[in-house]
């Protein structure tokens, strides 16, 4: 039995992810490049730089001649996926490069903004760039697997007869 709560999810999933990737595809985008595209947005969209995606994501798709609205929606669709994985990527790159446990603590982040802001944002950007070294590496793995299993997806989604979206 569907649930209202599961129905709203299912009808925004539909409404802002499926819908717009079948249009595409309806306007002739070839299936591997758009898999590439959205593929592209979405490894970008979950990178540990907080406010980075969306130039980052319209500079690689200008660099690769990729679809700019699917690797916009699939930077956008990473958004919550962003935010649940900054802390494994900064607590992982702390624990690989052997950096101390990051202070979570208001009080001691405050106490660092009172006393020694500038070893704070020297701090907090060692951490923010030893996370981004393993997303890079995450990335390198993750991107042709993601591309080739949306390239099969939407391969079978051309081949589907036009129903209504």
């Keep these: 039995m569907i649930t209202v709560a599961q129905d709203v999810r299912h009808s925004w999933l539909r409404r802002t992810i499926v819908s717009p990737v079948v249009r595409l595809l309806r306007r002739g985008a070839s299936p591997k490049r758009l898999a590439w595209?959205?593929?592209?947005?979405?490894?970008?969209?979950?990178?540990?730089?907080?406010?980075?995606t969306t130039v980052l994501t319209i500079a690689v798709s200008h660099l690769f001649r990729l679809n700019h609205p699917a690797s916009q929606l699939g930077?956008?669709?990473?958004?919550?996926?962003q935010i649940l994985l900054l802390l494994p990527f900064l607590?992982?790159?702390?624990?690989?490069?052997?950096?101390?446990?990051?202070?979570?603590?208001p009080?001691?982040?405050?106490?660092?903004v009172k006393t020694h802001p500038l070893d704070l944002l020297r701090t907090l950007w060692t951490w923010e760039w030893h996370a981004l070294v393993l997303w890079v590496v995450m990335a390198a793995v993750?991107?042709?697997?993601?591309?080739?299993?949306?390239?099969?997806?939407?391969?079978?989604?051309?081949?589907?007869?036009?129903?209504?979206?």
């Excluded at 993750?142 to 079978?156: H, K, S, V, Y």
């Design 107 to 112: 009080s001691e982040i405050l106490q660092m």
């Design 142 to 165: 993750l991107t042709p697997a993601l591309a080739t299993l949306l390239t099969r997806i939407l391969e079978r989604a051309a081949r589907k007869p036009r129903t209504a979206v």
């Design 91 to 105: 607590q992982a790159g702390s624990l690989v490069f052997g950096m101390g446990p990051l202070p979570l603590q």
């Design 37 to 52: 595209s959205l593929t592209i947005g979405f490894i970008i969209g979950i990178n540990p730089v907080i406010g980075s």
């Design 75 to 81: 930077t956008h669709s990473a958004y919550p996926f």
